[in-house]
């Protein structure tokens, strides 16, 4: 048994770009009840935290409720934003992450990305890669 990639030390998450020009990769989440979503997710470089997930997404995750923060959009508006602790198998690990809970496509932040390399092929159908450093 056992993931012979795994144990090279080769572990990467591919994923390809849409039409919209978004790189889209697919994570697994998961919260105390160890109920699964897999969850296609736009990387976004410009997002300093780890994921968003639409309430629906959360709610049916049962994830806790860690704090809620008040935080400033684009517009200069602020916003309070209910902050959950969840799951997420990333790079052959399995990391605990603050998920945000936000309306539109989940998104991946620099958070959940430190530590590793991130390439894309920016063109429609390009391909996504994440692996370790």
Known sequence: ??????ARGIVSI???VNQSREPIVRVSVWGPQQRKLAVEA???TGFNDYLTLPIQAIDSLELELKEVVEAQLADGSFVNLPIYVGWVEWLGDERRVAICAAEGDPLLGMALLHGSKL???AV???QVIIENL
């Open 14 to 16: 591919s994923g390809v």
């Open 1 to 6: 048994g056992g993931n012979p990639c795994r």
């Open 119 to 121: 390439t894309i092929e």
């Open 42 to 44: 736009v990387v976004d």
């Open 124 to 126: 429609p159908g390009g």
